[in-house]
């Protein structure tokens, strides 16, 4: 039988490993919360680079459309209204006090002008969008407020419903047609007149 002596030192050792392991346990814990933190950081960071690449992505897709619409509009001005642009600009900014516009294409013969507003992906409220920016829009050209001007709605592909409603409130609509070739697609529905051979 243990003495109370060998007891007590069996306890003392038994404690001692207990607080070596617990010692190992924390620094084991410690280290552990180390990498998890480097890797949450990591992984915060790659979800920003994401957010980055998702938002330069975005912003490029609604260039490259207007990238593609704007070589079609000199032609289209050409054979539907019978002009020859003087100036054709893409991402027209003015400023008035605090308050700014963007014009994606603005398109100018003699007293004609032509503001084309370009979408990735056409939705019905982007013809609310147009009623406002044509309220302003002379507030913000003013040198353009003796002309007669026109609003053009263009994308790829336009969706019938909103050609409809685009032609009920006088807008051009231009998208590809049968993907052919870039064209105005309610022309005659506005104007009551076949479109140009």
């Not at 507003?117 to 406002?132: A, G, H, N, Q």
């Not at 302003?136 to 003796?146: D, G, K, N, V």
Request: charged share 35%; hydrophobic share 40%.
């Amino acid at each position: 039988m243990a003495t109370v002596r060998e007891r007590v030192d069996r306890l003392e050792m038994l404690f001692e490993r207990f607080v070596e392991e617990m010692r190992m346990f924390k620094e084991e814990m410690r280290m552990f919360k180390e990498e998890m933190r480097a890797h949450r950081d990591k992984v915060d960071e790659q979800i920003r680079e994401m957010h980055r690449q998702w938002g330069n992505l975005a912003r490029k897709m609604g260039t490259i459309v207007e990238d593609i619409i704007a070589p079609a509009a000199r032609p289209l001005l050409r054979r539907y209204f019978q002009c020859e642009p003087e100036t054709v600009a893409q991402r027209v900014r003015r400023r008035r006090g605090d308050r700014e516009i963007e014009i994606d294409l603005l398109a100018v013969c003699d007293q004609r002008v032509f503001v084309f507003e370009v979408r990735s992906t056409p939705r019905p409220r982007d013809l609310d969008d147009i009623r406002e920016r044509q309220a302003l829009f002379t507030e913000f050209f003013p040198e353009y407020a003796a002309c007669e001007i026109f609003w053009i709605y263009g994308s790829i592909v336009v969706p019938e419903n909103i050609v409809r409603a685009a032609t009920r409130r006088g807008i051009f609509v231009m998208a590809y047609r049968e993907w052919e070739y870039v064209d105005i697609l309610n022309f005659t529905d506005i104007t009551g007149q076949p479109p140009p051979a």
